[in-house]
């Protein structure tokens, strides 16, 4: 039997699981399958309860849904409008030279290992950016081995169990984290009204988790995924990159022009300054939501802001090195990246279809609201109820990637039970994390997996598209070693009572 009997074509494999999603939801509304929800009023901090059904997807309803609502969800999927503008970015810095020249100048006397340890820091933690850097990191990772004569799907693969392994290991305050806090204090002032929280809270257990991370998956990289991928070989033949005078000449003026784009853009979102600030949202009172709020400027435009700041590195580069010469070479740097896409639109718009689909089910919110529940009636403490946290994170990420909404659900009921055990609501919050941090890399229904699908079949080593199974059979290693650290790292603080961050905060 061939390989191409073996496995589904990935674009397949999405409608597969659309249809099975179709087909469960069905059974599972005919079953009358429902569970209790659990709110809390942020004002009284009185609880209310909502029956949470399944919605038949495999009706007259759901049909109506799937063909009025597809093309609304593909055009507002994340991942499809932030690739796109991202890649014209890419385009002239590629097609330029600046990406070869930079990486050949930045890597070239660095150890495989140093090389491979920066990426993965990077991408843990690159939650700063957000979702943003799922479409940032994964191709540059990329062009980083390629370049460096080693296999694309090393860096891709690496990358990815970066930013999924690392997506709550946020040391560095960000936006998500400001509405998980909010939640959390809401939830802990129902034990006690008084109860504060700081942005600060859990620094120390985060930046120990990203740093041991860093190492271990580096190591997984190199000593496990490394050797059986091998080398890549690639249609195009490559070209020594030697930095001439032009080379350099062009380094300096795209680090001229990027550094004074970068320099206004932060002078803009520091406020206090003379004629500062105009990029925030002033009507908030955390910085971190003045920055990345709905309102913010700053937010709203960070895609463009980034792609420009990419398309200044690859213009000035291509000018000093005079690779590019014209306007006409500059318009076509633009599409550079966008050359052979239509395989990558297919392909997120059949994952979009799925995770639209999947998330009006109702599935995923019925399963972590039970699971919330069995937080509360199991009566464990302790040991036990960290584990069983953790577990159920892990759990609730498989179905529900997204952090806020997962925590909606578990935290009027966790972090409750928590207190009661003599845990604190930080500590509680960073159990989450750690949980969901396990599983991330291992879920099609995480909206950014398709981004990482799509760039390990644009480096296939042959003719052959990547399965879906085979490219979380890359991640599984990652998910296992990640979680052992990270339950032990939990164990360890807990036992030993270690602050896990400033103002004091410990476990208990």
């Not at 892990?394 to 009921?413: F, Q, R």
Request: charged letters at 10%; hydrophobic letters at 50%.
């Amino acid at each position: 039997m061939t390989k191409k009997n073996k496995y589904f074509h990935p674009v397949m494999a999405f409608l597969i699981l659309t249809g099975i999603t179709m087909i469960i939801s069905g059974i599972l509304s005919l079953l009358d399958i429902s569970t209790t929800l659990y709110k809390i009023n942020s004002t009284t901090l009185e609880y209310s309860t909502e029956l949470v059904k399944i919605n038949n997807m495999f009706s007259l309803s759901g049909m109506k849904y799937i063909f009025s609502e597809t093309v609304s969800n593909f055009v507002n999927f994340a991942p499809f409008s932030s690739l796109i503008i991202i890649l014209i970015g890419f385009g002239v810095m590629e097609s330029s030279g600046f990406l070869k020249a930079a990486i050949t100048f930045l890597t070239k006397k660095m150890k495989k290992n140093t090389v491979t340890f920066i990426i993965i820091f990077l991408s843990i933690i690159g939650s700063v950016m957000g979702d943003l850097a799922y479409v940032i990191l994964l191709p540059l990772s990329a062009l980083i081995f390629k370049y460096g004569k080693r296999n694309p799907w090393i860096g891709i693969i690496a990358s990815f169990a970066g930013l999924t392994c690392g997506q709550g290991l946020s040391f560095i305050f960000t936006s998500v984290d400001s509405s998980l806090l909010s939640m959390s204090l809401t939830a802990a002032r129902v034990i006690d009204i008084g109860y504060r929280m700081a942005s600060i809270s859990g620094v120390f257990i985060m930046a120990a988790a990203v740093v041991i991370l860093s190492i271990l998956l580096t190591n997984i990289t190199e000593k496990e995924l490394a050797p059986k991928l091998g080398k890549y070989e690639s249609e195009e033949e490559e070209v020594e990159t030697t930095l001439g005078k032009k080379e350099v000449r062009g380094l300096v003026f795209s680090l001229l022009a990027s550094g004074a784009y970068v320099l206004f853009f932060l002078y803009n979102i520091i406020p206090g300054l003379p004629f500062s600030g105009a990029l925030l949202d002033n009507s908030q009172i955390l910085y971190i939501d003045k920055l990345f709020s709905y309102n913010s400027f700053f937010s709203n435009g960070f895609v463009f802001v980034v792609t420009m700041f990419f398309i200044i590195l690859g213009l000035f580069y291509g000018l000093g090195a005079r690779t590019i010469e014209s306007p006409k070479d500059f318009v076509n740097s633009l599409g550079y990246a966008l050359d052979g896409i239509g395989n990558t639109i297919v392909l997120i718009f059949v994952a979009s279809l799925f995770i639209s689909v999947f998330k009006n089910s109702n599935i995923g919110s019925v399963i972590v609201a039970f699971l919330a529940n069995l937080i509360r009636e199991v009566g464990f403490s302790g040991i036990p109820l960290i584990i069983l946290l953790i577990l159920v994170s892990m759990i609730s990420t498989l179905v529900m990637p997204t952090s806020i909404s997962k925590w909606a659900i578990l935290s009027p009921i966790a972090i409750p039970v928590f207190m009661n055990a003599g845990i604190t609501p930080e500590f509680t919050q960073v159990i989450f994390r750690f949980g969901e941090s396990i599983t991330m890399g291992l879920t099609p229904l995480m909206a950014y997996f398709v981004i990482y699908l799509a760039m390990l079949n644009k480096y296939k080593p042959n003719k052959e598209n990547l399965s879906v199974t085979e490219s979380i059979k890359h991640q599984a290693p990652f998910a296992l070693v990640t979680g052992i650290a990270l339950i032990i790292i939990i164990i360890l603080w807990y036992v030993i009572g270690l602050p896990i961050g400033f103002n004091g905060v410990t476990v208990l």
